[in-house]
């Protein structure tokens, strides 16, 4: 990922669904795909981090569901139309869960079936974000940000492969 043509000044902390307590002394906004294989990586990977890091007040997270037309990332697109933004904890748990199984949905269900899949499992009903939706979109465009997962941590700009001893210094 080229992070040298992201505007980071383009990137704002409202939108998205925010967990953290709203004057913790850090920000992270995740641009994330919840059928991005990628974002799995990044989101398994630092869970434990950043939710210690939230708990101790340290962390305020803004995740930001970003939808793609790119073909294997539509199941992502309508798994973000179920997600509660008002109910931070309920999409943890959400995303927690489709990361998790993400293998055994991604590829393997049709969106009808998808649907029943998120309604069965995490009894979730469709939402009303497209609005929501389409703001990301909207500032992630301005901020030239193409790729998930994108992070941006205080000044800092990464992906899914940062090392999680550098994001543990990033978190201190």
Same mark, same amino acid.
């Given at each position: 990922?080229?992070?040298?043509?992201? +505007?980071?000044?383009?990137?704002?902390?409202?939108?998205?669904? $925010?967990?953290?307590?709203? /004057?913790a #002394?850090? =920000?992270? !906004?995740?641009?994330?795909?919840?059928?991005?294989?990628?974002?799995?990586?990044?989101?398994?990977?630092?869970?434990?981090?950043?939710?210690?890091?939230?708990?101790a007040?340290?962390?305020?997270?803004?995740?930001?569901?970003?939808?793609?037309? +790119?073909?294997?990332?539509?199941?992502?697109?309508?798994?973000? $139309?179920?997600?509660?933004? /008002?109910? #931070?904890? =309920?999409? !943890?748990?959400?995303?927690?869960?489709l990361?998790?199984?993400?293998?055994?949905?991604?590829?393997?269900?049709?969106?009808?079936?998808?649907?029943?899949?998120?309604?069965?499992?995490?009894?979730?009903?469709?939402?009303?974000?497209?609005?929501?939706?389409?703001?990301?979109?909207?500032?992630?465009?301005?901020?030239?940000?193409?790729?998930?997962?994108?992070?941006?941590?205080?000044?800092?700009?990464?992906?899914?492969?940062?090392?999680m001893?550098d994001?543990?210094?990033?978190?201190?």
């Amino acid at each position: 990922m080229d992070i040298s043509v992201i +505007k980071r000044e383009n990137v704002t902390t409202t939108g998205g669904i $925010t967990i953290g307590q709203p /004057d913790a #002394p850090l =920000t992270s !906004i995740e641009f994330i795909n919840a059928a991005c294989p990628y974002c799995r990586k990044w989101f398994l990977k630092s869970e434990e981090m950043l939710t210690e890091a939230v708990k101790a007040g340290r962390l305020k997270r803004i995740i930001k569901p970003f939808d793609k037309d +790119k073909a294997d990332l539509q199941l992502g697109n309508l798994a973000h $139309t179920y997600l509660p933004f /008002d109910q #931070p904890e =309920t999409v !943890i748990q959400a995303l927690s869960f489709l990361f998790t199984h993400q293998k055994t949905w991604r590829n393997d269900l049709t969106p009808n079936e998808f649907k029943k899949y998120i309604e069965q499992n995490l009894n979730l009903a469709p939402q009303d974000n497209t609005e929501n939706l389409a703001t990301i979109i909207a500032e992630a465009d301005r901020a030239n940000i193409k790729f998930v997962p994108t992070i941006i941590l205080g000044e800092h700009i990464f992906d899914e492969s940062i090392a999680m001893t550098d994001l543990n210094t990033l978190l201190k």
